[in-house]
T-cell receptor
Framework: EDQVTQSPEALRLQEGESSSLNCSYT??????LFWYRQDPGKGPEFLFT???AGEEKEKERLKATLTKKESFLHITAPKPEDSATYLC?????????????FGKGTKLSVKP | EADIYQTPRYLVIGTGKKITLECSQT?????MYWYQQDPGMELHLIHY???????EKGDLSSESTVSRIRTEHFPLTLESARPSHTSQYLC???????????FGPGTRLTVL
């Protein structure tokens, strides 16, 4: 069964304490993996696209990486404003063209 | 300003009522989507459109219907609301890459 699993479900960090979020996927053929940030009461905000193993993308304190079975979102020296739920989504070959499979997300809290 | 709008933001209605959730985007995107999201759960695609007069159902079965008469407008209609329809409904749009979606702020629907 095609699925996306994110871990941990929740993560509490102190400001400046670096960590990583995980997104593992089991799909027949990856077309693309996408990271989003979602703040409470708002729609998700697109962050990164990754297409192939070994690819990396960076934006401010965030860096996304991709292997053949999982992706990591590394957060370096986080600040309280990085607190949000981070979602991972996968598009795969053979799936409905409009369809992304979303994970349940990791809720990140960064304390000052 | 390029954006995607949803109205209403919050809606509380009684069982059996007909409702329409509005979604409009000013980015000129061809692709538009409707998702359903329950608290702590993943987004599920219920409808999508790749252009005017084109609509498809997503993987999550839904009793709602959609229309796409204009590029910028993608309303969702429930003919007879039920408590099981209580959820957050998110509208999104994208241009070339399906996974790079811009989301609206969502409509939180409560059916009593």
């Amino acid at each position: 069964e095609d699925q996306v699993t994110q871990s941990p479900e929740a993560l509490r960090l102190q400001e400046g304490e670096s960590s990583s979020l995980n997104c593992s996927y089991t799909v027949s053929g990856l077309r693309g993996l996408f990271w989003y940030r979602q703040d409470p009461g708002k729609g998700p905000e697109f962050l990164f696209t990754l297409y192939s193993a070994g690819e990396e993308k960076e934006k401010e304190r965030l860096k996304a990486t991709l292997t053949k079975k999982e992706s990591f979102l590394h957060i370096t020296a986080p600040k309280p404003e990085d607190s949000a739920t981070y979602l991972c989504a996968v598009q795969y070959y053979g799936g409905s063209q409009g369809n992304l499979i979303f994970g349940k997300g990791t809720k990140l809290s960064v304390k000052p | 300003e390029a954006d995607i709008y949803q109205t209403p933001r919050y809606l509380v209605i009684g069982t059996g009522k007909k409702i329409t959730l509005e979604c409009s985007q000013t980015m000129g995107h061809d692709k538009m989507y409707w998702y359903q999201q329950d608290p702590g759960m993943e987004l599920h695609l219920i409808h999508y459109s790749y252009g005017v007069n084109s609509t498809e159902k997503g993987d999550l079965s839904s009793e709602s219907t959609v229309s796409r008469i204009r590029t910028e407008h993608f309303p969702l209609t429930l003919e007879s609301a039920r408590p099981s329809h209580t959820s957050q409904y998110l509208c999104a749009s994208s241009q070339v890459i399906v996974g790079e979606q811009f989301f609206g702020p969502g409509t939180r629907l409560t059916v009593l």
